[in-house]
């Protein structure tokens, strides 16, 4: 079983969805959560970190942790064909040491 | 301060040559990770290093591979002997770790070096 579990997609929206991705992971030491995204052909780009449980927001991005059920989900609002990527989590102890990726889940969203 | 530069963008050899790819991190960054991902699957934890010392390996990393900092800066990570399996993009990322309780270790990553072994 892989460390972390991600639905790799692709999941197809229209413009103007609200998008959920989520992921699992098994290690309860896992402190800080990661949402990166990936343009074909280019390298991962943090999107935003959350710190153990609870909501962040930036924009139309919102990352949610709930540790009780190591449930790590992003929502986005008011999606654009431009946010058409792969989203990737990431996952790492209090450590500062490696992240663990997910598969990373392809979005698609069509104008 | 332009990013993580990773050279070269694409590398194609064949089978059994030794290729070598270049990192060069954020300047201000003591961290250096090498990762490792395939078609269709996330990036891949290989080795990371402090500085100059090299503080973890992956069972990914086979003696085929090793990877240097010499003056803990730029990396280097070179495959021996590549096969066919080595194919995949090859991604180095960088951060800036500043002691415990400083916060997330977030990673900043390079465009990557596509390895083709035909």
């Known amino acids: 079983q892989k460390e972390v579990e991600q639905d790799p997609g692709p999941l197809s929206v229209p413009e103007g969805a609200i998008v959920s991705l989520n992921c699992t992971y098994s290690?309860?030491?896992?402190?800080?959560f990661m949402w990166y995204r990936q343009y074909s052909r280019k390298g991962p780009e943090l999107l935003m970190y959350t710190y153990s449980s609870g909501n962040k927001e930036d924009g139309r991005f919102t990352a949610q942790v709930d540790k009780s059920s190591k449930y790590i989900s992003l929502f986005i609002r008011d999606s654009q064909p431009s946010d058409s990527a792969t989203y990737l989590c990431?996952?790492?102890?209090?450590?500062?040491?490696?992240?663990?990726f997910g598969t990373g889940t392809r979005l698609l969203v069509s104008p | 301060d332009t990013g993580v530069s990773q050279d070269p963008r694409h590398k194609i050899t064949k089978r059994g040559q030794n290729v070598t790819f270049r990192c060069d991190p954020i300047s201000e960054h003591n961290r250096l990770y090498w990762y490792r991902q395939t078609l269709g699957q996330g990036p891949e934890f290989l080795t990371y290093?402090?500085?100059?010392?090299?503080?973890?390996k992956s069972r990914l990393l086979s003696d085929r591979f090793s990877a240097e900092r010499p003056k803990g800066s730029f990396s280097t990570l070179e495959i021996q002997r590549t096969e066919q399996g080595d194919s995949a993009m090859y991604l180095c990322?960088?951060?800036?770790?500043?002691?415990?309780?400083?916060?997330?270790?977030?990673?900043?990553f390079g465009a990557g070096s596509r390895l083709t072994v035909l």
């Open positions: 290093f402090q500085n100059e010392a090299q503080l973890e």
């Open positions: 990431a996952t790492s102890n209090t450590g500062f040491q490696k992240l663990v």
């Open positions: 990322a960088s951060s800036l770790i500043q002691g415990a309780g400083s916060g997330a270790n977030v990673l900043t």
């Open positions: 290690n309860s030491a896992f402190q800080y």
